[in-house]
């Protein structure tokens, strides 16, 4: 009888040193988690490699390892992503502060010859002048790009949108570059249908991204002596591409031309580099109507840049 008593208080027994065990390989398991936490905070160079492998038999020891090495991913890409803004920014401002430099140092040199030499003619301080004029509209224009490329990233302001005629946009963008056109003697390709192309858009913006694109092709691409303009509507979306026939852009720099102050110096043509912020400022403001841009490039064949922008409210929201 005595033995039958025995028996349950064996179970027992049996069951609550295995609970103690347990709980003691938990503490170990945890100790052992937040030890490697505290040398991973210590060493944030670390942070994007190191993570915390540890065999259990707990499944809510491994939910929480899947959890921590989640967020310790995160925290990786966060910091790297963060240290990859940082060098941008540097070179940012190391680019603007010497795109600066070199026009305010023209600047001041014919300032000071219009000052110091009495005796010129009036042609000659005419043209002086006018260099300064146009080196002090280089400025101004670079100056005004670095701000709005600042306030578009800042999302400080709203875009108005509303139903765009993409068609009227873009013959009044063609119709700004006549006369450049015209004096190069470049071929210009133009397709746009006669019905309105409808996108839900800022007017303003739009027409600021298509001229920064005539323009980047212009710059360019007129070594290929051709320049194309379509617009078409393609489902809930329509597509406007630029298209010229220059020294194009190399495969490895054609994910780099929409960063900040990318001139394209090693793939387009070096006697006629921009201020490096036109595309930036093209792609944030596609983006900020729910738009995509891209460009692909066969070097003297065809280099286009494709932009595509929904055709609705529903359509930018994705409904």
Request: net charge negative; glycine share 8%.
């Amino acid at each position: 009888m005595a033995g039958l008593w025995l028996l349950p208080a064996a179970v027992l027994l049996f069951f609550a040193v295995r609970e103690r065990l347990r709980n003691r390989a938990y503490q170990r398991e945890i100790a052992y988690i937040k030890g490697k936490l505290d040398d991973i905070a210590q060493a944030p160079s670390k942070q994007s490699t190191e993570r915390i492998l540890l065999t259990t038999e707990s499944h809510a020891v491994r939910e929480l390892l899947v959890g921590i090495n989640d967020l310790l991913d995160r925290a990786g890409k966060s910091a790297a992503d963060y240290a990859m803004t940082e060098r941008a920014m540097r070179k940012m401002l190391a680019n603007v502060s010497h795109d600066l430099r070199t026009p305010l140092t023209v600047v001041l040199g014919y300032a000071e010859m219009l000052a110091k030499n009495v005796n010129m003619t009036a042609e000659e301080r005419l043209r002086l002048l006018e260099k300064v004029h146009r080196k002090t509209e280089e400025v101004l224009e670079l100056m005004n790009a670095f701000f709005d490329l600042a306030k578009l990233e800042s999302g400080d302001s709203e875009l108005e949108l509303s139903m765009v005629d993409a068609g009227e946009v873009c013959r009044n963008g063609v119709l700004a570059f006549y006369d450049l056109l015209s004096d190069q003697g470049l071929e210009v390709d133009i397709k746009l249908p006669e019905e309105p192309v409808w996108l839900y858009a800022n007017e303003e913006a739009l027409g600021r991204i298509l001229n920064n694109l005539l323009s980047n092709a212009v710059r360019y691409g007129s070594d290929g002596g051709y320049l194309g303009l379509s617009l078409y509507a393609e489902g809930s979306e329509a597509v406007i591409e630029v298209t010229d026939r220059g020294r194009g852009i190399d495969a490895a720099d054609q994910d780099r031309v929409f960063e900040r102050l990318y001139t394209l110096d090693d793939s387009r043509n070096k006697h006629s580099q921009g201020s490096g912020l036109g595309l930036t400022i093209t792609k944030r403001l596609v983006e900020r109507m729910g738009g995509v841009i891209g460009v692909s490039s066969l070097p003297f064949v065809r280099t286009t840049f494709k932009l595509t922008m929904p055709r609705s409210a529903g359509a930018r929201r994705g409904e």
